[in-house]
């Protein structure tokens, strides 16, 4: 990486001096259109240094996209959905191997953040009315642009059309120089573009539809929920979620009543999320319909401590700051300790998520070295987020965002306390009793009960729930109100004021949410882990690690003869007793071949039965480690304990290999008549 | 039940008397009004029947569903989805308790199924084209029968709405004898009436909206799939997947590819599906959104052997056969290889099938005595099945269908088969060579690449893929042809007629479906598992057996003092080490209340550090048994791996309870000075 850096210092340099000039055009609080064209010019520098950047790492590790996806589809890892019918862009079916894969880490997903840290589950809807996305802003700000072509109606998104358009026109030897130079200016800007901006280049360029040819419309919004009804009259429009995190927000009464009213706790799902994209490409990367796994943290805004914290203290990140992204600047690698005292990040809560989802990402095989936690710049958050890091994984697809940290801060709770008109507040204990002057409403039980009888306890409540000082003003219009369907008289309300003492308070909880996108982090765990050995570039394999491997090993007879099967079985059902998932593999095959096939499915563990297993007591078989391809001789009996221990990471090949002979040594020993 | 069945004999024998009649006028093919008023009759007296088994069943063991929902709540099980913005009906959140309970429950639904049949797992996506639910007959006919409220618009469903009706007038004064009459003998018929009857006898008594009062619509098709559009154009529409099943047929090719072409093997999903009820209601029984799992078992038809059976052919299960549904008469308890001898059962695979579910269906705790499997009637079989077992579960809304075991023979693989145009069957090779004549249509490559250069192979693999016969045809109107957007000249082509040697012949396959309905099956499990102690029949709690209870047990410090802590965290750590989920409960509650709150949410086993944990070394603590109430004093050291074992059935509460002392005489023998 030294060269790299080498390379590009003074594309860092050149993004830096143009961040200190916006910045002291915005202290100097220059005009504003100074302002937009320093910071355009700031954009292309970026995009000129991230260009570089992507382009010299590609050429240090070239990755063959096209033999990776060939060898996924191959092995049915996952293929795209209704191939039959000719397939559906962005929509994807896992197959048996990428099934296991994802049930394992989401398996251990649940282990390493909800039970570890006693996080209430909760597993809600995905049909969604249309009002709570409505209160979320979903129903309005969830939306990207694009355009239709005019005479077939086919859509695309404007910005990509854009850039498709300025890509062509830069190679077309017709277009002239003026234009190419406006062109090449403008790319970086895209992605910043207003409505407006992008509809202006569209029609500066004349760009027009590549399926027909033909004219396109302005660029309108679209918004990328599914639209559905509940129900048979069409009066409860609804959606399908885009995230999961509503869910939670909309139990949050129900688990805070469950954690017997403390903060702070986190609620957690795992669970399926749609967003309707006007065309997705980039495989697992942007699809329709994903599984995504969230964490809502609710705690005290006046204490962001976490009791955790130490756990993660010293571990050392990469952080990219949003300073640093402005400046130019690399990634800085800290301790979280560190980053809390320099006020890289800012509390200790938000910094624990960041340490956690490391670890996370590590153990499911995610390469240290190319993940590093992005800030999100201020222009770039999502309506309901204060602040955001990213972790980021390079993939051939450049640094994709897998899992987010936001911090929502009480954006939720407020959105939807408001529109439901319920109180999603928390109470905290004061450090001294208050007085504090109250206006209530009193029912008046005799005159309620005369005349509502059995329903006097839900007029009760529906008055004392109510806003007193609301009430008595609806008092001013006639002797009788309509409160929740019923019709209530003068005489059932006293109104009364006091000074009361109160030992808590209320207040709305801040929120910390690490969102992991299961499906993306399964795209890079593969990619960083599709290799080859250096004898046999041609034969690839899978280094997932043994703990997320979706089968732990394979039973290799190396002969199909009756006297085999008796081992098999046993093996087999040692590995069952202990839910190790296997491949028993009786084809005809080599074992060579075998092996080359379960290398392609990530198994890190093969046993054969060979003619020693049978011709030798106590019957022994060879153990086969994937990744140094080295192999011992085991006791059958002991054969599923040690695939056990070392798919649970309680021992490594290396210890296991300590304490038996290799292969070869006892095969000298051990000759067959 | 000796006395129920005294009672109901009577009312069998009528039934069964009806039956013979039904049956005699069809083999003598009588008129068919004889013969449909004959099965009026008859469907009246299974319906008294019904009706009086339930009346008496609910007399014996009277069940406060009030009271047990109220539970289910308060502990926040789950819960209406949406509740703070007035709730959705048929829509239902899963809170902590709820979440880790069905996690349990689809776990050892994986272990029990996938991981012991080697099953291949796939994950397929919700939103489906609608095309393919048009191939598999579902846009046509998954629909139910509803009228409209013409005044507001408001939806009811047709069969409930005439039932509430009749239920209505029946106990109205002012209707008239003759047509209460008529109304008594239509209450029994209504589940199968078209829609023309259903139509005529809402007009013939008048039927008004609930809501308004006003005219009703005549009754019309309401399809039961959630609609919505894939991309923005609108030329995609779609549906939300009605079953998890479609997925799998989808995926077949692969999932054969993937199995080396081999039969039998099962595909196995587990995952939501969707129906959009009219008017839902009976809780997690009938919801909109609701979770699968369901099987494929592909095999040949010409051998439905199963090489397990003998595993399931001793257990003794209560068939109810479509023939004792019409006869009147009990459940028969056989073995199942009786079942298979007599044909009862049709073949291995399914009776294979049926003794797993009910293996499975006892493991979750859904009691044994309380499970029937009810063969469906040929009039209620859905469009694609051939034959179908019911797994269903008594439960105060009567027997529910929790898991269906359906034959549906090739019915979907064909459909798709034809829809799509690809070929979805599989080979089985012949015990003799065959000879046939092919006519084949054989690529010319020279002309082919002079023409189409790189895309040769596409071209190429575009005949050979074609049928020969339509392609000679095609050419009959030209010298040019369109092929997979190829224009291919005649002479890229060469016919030819030959006789071929065929090792292997292509046939359909079939397959078992074994089809289980997550959220009833957690309903009759808390239904089954819902008691009371005899001296305390005011508190209630859950006898989930602790292989699927959703917390394995509770720690609970007597005294808040810091000295406990170590042992707290000694104890929590050691059954996190082992996944254990647990409740720690440092609440200053008395250790009865405690005990109480752990009662409710179904925790089988409590920890309880007291003062003499704390005092006297070795340290101890005790353990308590939410069945039996029994009490053991058992070393701090031993605790994790105890519940450990007693969680994954390793050891019963029994087996430990022999090998330490109860908590009274240790308590005894260890007094605090």
Known sequence: MEDIDSILEPLRLSVKEQGDVVRELKTQKAPEL??????AELKKRKKALQDKENELVAAEAPFDRVQFEACLKKRFFYGQAFEIYGGVAGLFDYGPVGCMLKNNIIDIWRRHFIMNDDMLEVECTMMTPSKVLEASGHAQRFADLMVKDLTNGDCFRADHLLEAAIEKALTDKSTSEEIKADMRATSPLIEGFSKQELGAKLNQYNVKSPSSGGDISEPMEFN????????????????????????????????????????????????HSFRNEIAPRAGLIRCREFQMAEIEHFYDPADASHSSIDSVKELILPFFTKDAQMGGGKLTKCSIGAALKNEVLCNETLAYFIGRTFLFAKAIGIDPA???????????????????????????YGWVECVGCADRSCFDLQCHAEASKVNLQAERTLPQPIEKEVFEAIPVKKFIAKQFKKDTPAVTEAIQSADASDLEKQFENGEKINLAGFEIGKEMIQFKKSIKKFHTESFTPFVIEPSFGIGRLIYACLEHNYDCREKDVERRFFTIPPLVAPYKCSVLPISNKPEFDPFISTISAGLKNFTLAHKVDKSSGSIGKRYARTDEIAVPFGVTVDFHTVKITPATVTLRDRDSLDQIRVPVQDTANLINDMASQRQTWMQVAARYPSQDDWLKENPLE
């Open 34 to 39: 100074d302002i937009k064209s320093a910071v």
């Open 370 to 396: 190319r993940m590093r936690f992005r800030q999100h710049m201020d222009n770039e958050m999502a309506h309901y987020a204060k602040d955001c890091w990213d972790l980021e994984c390079r993939t051939s």
């Open 224 to 271: 990328l929920m599914f639209r559905s009804e509940i129900g048979p009259t069409g009066a409860q429009p609804a959606f399908l979620r885009p995230e999961t995190a509503q869910g939670i927000f909309l139990n949050f009464k129900r688990l805070l009543d469950f954690n017997n009213g403390k903060l702070p706790f986190a609620g957690a799902q795992i669970g």
